[in-house]
């Protein structure tokens, strides 16, 4: 049964970078496109990006170009996510989500606990 | 275009039909999906490719495309589907992934 697990709550200040972390078990990590979502409070879902962690492939929505990296780690099975430049707007649950069926990138089918990454100075 | 528009809210009293639609250009040439989320929860993936269902969900979970419109309906809407509900679609290698605004439902 495949699982992801996300690292903890964070706090930052505006101006600061965070990094999520998206720890996958119970599949072969490396072939599975992982996705990144993320929910500011009372919000919708909003995509940010994907990255392919067998060669490190990355695409990422228009609007966070520049200010997201998506990486990974395959040695332990490890996706992680950082945004630079923060502000409020940026205070929202981050989820990693990975594709359901192999190759078809969408839909995202088993998805991360969420993260709480909150923005306040 | 690449945006989805959904019904900010629907309300359906228990055993009734519930229809959520999700409107967008894209539509006409790219699959649908759908996701159910309730509070607190991540979402899960109630339709995929505008009318497949996963093993798990129920039967009475539905999906349907006509043009730029598809439809999520939910046939004998009990208390336990009140949630959000997405659509969601992308271009033909997901370069470029969107989500509908969600819609809210609610059971009577």
């Known amino acids: 049964q495949e699982k992801l697990v996300q690292s903890g709550a964070e706090v930052k200040k505006p101006g600061a970078s965070v990094r999520v972390s998206c720890k996958a078990s119970g599949y072969t990590f490396a072939v599975y496109y992982i996705h990144w979502v993320r929910q500011a409070p009372g919000q919708g879902l909003e995509w940010m990006g994907w990255i392919h962690p067998n060669n490190g492939g990355t695409n990422y929505a228009q609007k966070f170009q520049g200010r997201v990296t998506m990486t990974r780690d395959t040695s332990i099975s490890t996706a992680y996510m950082e945004l630079s430049r923060l502000s409020s707007d940026d205070t929202a649950v981050y989820y990693c989500a990975r594709e359901r069926d192999l190759g078809g990138r969408l839909p995202m089918g088993s998805w991360g606990q969420g993260t709480l990454v909150t923005v306040s100075s | 275009s690449y945006e989805l528009t959904q019904p900010p809210s629907v309300s359906v009293s228990p055993g009734q039909t519930a229809r959520i639609t999700c409107s967008g250009d894209?539509?006409?040439?790219?699959?649908a999906y759908w996701y159910q989320q309730k509070p607190g929860q991540a979402p899960i993936v109630v339709i995929y490719k505008d009318n497949k269902r996963p093993s798990g969900i129920p039967e009475r979970f539905s999906g349907s495309s006509s043009g730029t419109t598809v439809t999520l309906t939910i046939s004998g809407v009990q208390a336990e589907d009140e949630a959000d509900y997405y659509c969601?679609?992308?271009?033909?290698?997901?370069?470029?992934?969107?989500f509908g605004g969600g819609t809210k439902l609610t059971v009577l």
């Open positions: 894209t539509l006409s040439k790219q699959y």
């Open positions: 969601q679609s992308a271009d033909s290698i997901a370069t470029y992934v969107v």
